[in-house]
């Protein structure tokens, strides 16, 4: 199948063209058709597998169909991300993929001014990208009318309900006419997305790409059993050695982020921190700092990771595992995307085997244990991370480390490890 198959216009498949793409990936090939038909979806999708042209791509084709008469242009089409980079990634696919259309877009997030945003949309928005704290910020000024809107997309529904915005969202529908067509996109659907969109979607088509919660098949995945005071030395020693150049790295705290990109900055790892309380300017500094490799190691939330578009992102470490393991799934899909390989390290101490636990019984599989040497926790935490009996875990001496230090010495100190 190639994308002239699918009913899109010509004007849509040249900007396809344009960006070298012939085959659409499954979720394309699922979703564009279903969504030219007029009907409501619930798609679940893995990020890197093109879910984000899936809805942008019929969208604007049906918005070309229904456009009104006149220089009028009310806001026909909303979509709602979870974060600021979310949205500004999915305001430059609909920039891309219309490019040859007489529609115009805009973007409203929190974190800026809104001066700039009421004054784009006094001009005429066709599509509207926003986050739903400060869309609500502009329907209760009343800059912005969503009266008319004909397509609703909810774009990562699942962590949206995460971060508490269910009553902001039925708030936004509420503004929203009744009949429209609404598309919800997501990596993975839970019990409590299901529910919210039975209330939302009319007689929805389905469409599943990969086993739910499944993560992604290429992607190795890797536990690294050590203690909590090592992490830090252990995380900067497989940055070395394996001479990683681009790495994204996940904890569990704000201050966690911001302390460990500290201690890597200060052992020569070019490293920054990105989350929540980060300033936009702040935040898209220090990505496209990233992306250009200036650099090395980026620390996050898993908030603020939440639809980072980075290509070809070799390698990605759990520096603590989340408390929901379904975040497991969402992190290590950073890499791996659109087919190609990746890497996933955890590193995981004892009072982490819980977690550890959780995350392999939603895989149905267990996760590879490597001991590096010098790196060893002690005895009894090592009890608590082996693997299931009859299932040895592999040692890998650490480069350069011939033999392990007696007693303490050359080990990081509680001090170095936090």
């Given at each position: 199948m190639?994308?002239?198959d699918?009913?899109?216009?010509?004007?849509?498949?040249?900007?396809v063209?344009?960006?070298?793409?012939?085959?659409?990936?499954?979720?394309q090939?699922?979703?564009?058709?279903?969504?030219?038909?007029g009907g409501?979806?619930?798609?679940?999708?893995?990020?890197?597998?093109g879910?984000t042209?899936?809805?942008?791509?019929p969208?604007?084709?049906?918005?070309?169909?229904t456009?009104?008469?006149?220089?009028?242009?009310?806001v026909?089409a909303?979509?709602?991300?979870?974060?600021?980079?979310?949205?500004?990634?999915?305001q430059?696919?609909v920039k891309?993929?219309?490019r040859h259309l007489?529609?115009?877009?805009?973007?409203?997030?929190?974190g800026?001014?809104?001066?700039?945003?009421?004054?784009?949309?006094r001009?005429?928005?066709?599509?509207?990208?926003?986050t739903p704290?400060?869309?609500?910020d502009h329907v209760?000024?009343?800059?912005v009318?969503l009266?008319?809107?004909?397509?609703?997309?909810?774009d990562?529904?699942?962590?949206m309900?995460?971060?508490?915005?269910?009553?902001d969202?039925?708030?936004v529908?509420?503004?929203l006419p009744?009949?429209?067509?609404?598309l919800?996109?997501?990596a993975?659907?839970?019990?409590?997305?299901?529910?919210?969109?039975s209330?939302?979607?009319?007689?929805p088509?389905?469409i599943?790409?990969t086993?739910?919660n499944?993560?992604v098949?290429t992607?190795t995945?890797?536990?690294?059993?050590v203690s909590?005071?090592g992490?830090?030395?252990?995380?900067a020693n497989?940055?070395r050695?394996?001479?990683w150049?681009q790495?994204?790295v996940?904890t569990?705290?704000?201050?966690g982020?911001?302390?460990l990109?500290?201690?890597l900055?200060?052992?020569g790892?070019t490293?920054?921190?990105?989350?929540?309380n980060k300033?936009?300017?702040?935040?898209?500094?220090?990505?496209?700092?990233?992306?250009?490799?200036?650099?090395?190691?980026?620390?996050?939330?898993d908030?603020?990771?939440?639809?980072l578009?980075?290509d070809?992102?070799?390698h990605?470490?759990n520096?603590?595992?989340?408390?929901?393991?379904?975040d497991?799934?969402?992190?290590i899909?950073?890499t791996?995307r659109?087919?190609?390989?990746?890497?996933?390290?955890?590193?995981?101490?004892?009072?982490?085997?819980k977690l550890l636990?959780?995350?392999e019984k939603l895989?149905?599989?267990?996760?590879?244990?490597q001991?590096?040497?010098?790196?060893?926790p002690?005895?009894?935490?090592?009890?608590r991370l082996q693997?299931?009996?009859?299932?040895?875990?592999?040692?890998?001496?650490?480069p350069?480390?011939?033999?392990?230090?007696?007693?303490?010495?050359?080990?990081?100190t509680?001090?170095?490890g936090r």
């Amino acid at each position: 199948m190639s994308f002239d198959d699918l009913g899109l216009s010509a004007a849509l498949l040249r900007a396809v063209r344009d960006q070298g793409y012939a085959t659409p990936t499954p979720v394309q090939a699922q979703s564009i058709p279903a969504i030219l038909s007029g009907g409501d979806i619930m798609a679940a999708a893995q990020t890197g597998t093109g879910k984000t042209a899936g809805f942008t791509l019929p969208m604007l084709d049906r918005l070309m169909q229904t456009r009104p008469p006149g220089a009028a242009r009310p806001v026909r089409a909303l979509i709602l991300t979870p974060t600021r980079e979310l949205a500004a990634q999915v305001q430059d696919s609909v920039k891309t993929y219309g490019r040859h259309l007489p529609l115009k877009s805009a973007v409203v997030v929190g974190g800026v001014g809104m001066g700039g945003q009421v004054q784009a949309l006094r001009r005429g928005v066709d599509v509207l990208v926003a986050t739903p704290g400060r869309l609500l910020d502009h329907v209760r000024q009343r800059s912005v009318d969503l009266s008319r809107v004909e397509i609703l997309v909810l774009d990562e529904a699942d962590r949206m309900l995460d971060m508490g915005f269910i009553h902001d969202i039925r708030k936004v529908i509420a503004a929203l006419p009744k009949k429209r067509q609404t598309l919800l996109f997501s990596a993975t659907f839970s019990d409590d997305i299901r529910t919210l969109a039975s209330g939302m979607l009319d007689r929805p088509t389905w469409i599943e790409v990969t086993p739910r919660n499944t993560a992604v098949e290429t992607v190795t995945q890797t536990v690294h059993p050590v203690s909590r005071d090592g992490k830090r030395a252990l995380l900067a020693n497989l940055i070395r050695e394996g001479d990683w150049r681009q790495v994204l790295v996940f904890t569990r705290t704000k201050h966690g982020a911001d302390r460990l990109a500290r201690q890597l900055d200060r052992d020569g790892l070019t490293a920054a921190a990105i989350h929540g309380n980060k300033s936009q300017g702040a935040r898209t500094g220090t990505l496209a700092g990233f992306k250009q490799g200036r650099v090395r190691v980026l620390v996050a939330t898993d908030i603020a990771a939440r639809g980072l578009d980075i290509d070809q992102l070799p390698h990605v470490v759990n520096f603590d595992l989340p408390h929901v393991p379904e975040d497991y799934v969402h992190r290590i899909g950073r890499t791996g995307r659109a087919g190609r390989g990746g890497q996933a390290r955890s590193l995981v101490c004892a009072d982490e085997a819980k977690l550890l636990a959780g995350i392999e019984k939603l895989l149905k599989r267990d996760i590879e244990r490597q001991v590096i040497a010098g790196f060893e926790p002690e005895p009894g935490e090592r009890d608590r991370l082996q693997r299931p009996a009859g299932r040895p875990e592999s040692r890998k001496p650490a480069p350069g480390r011939r033999r392990r230090r007696n007693g303490n010495a050359g080990r990081p100190t509680a001090r170095q490890g936090r």
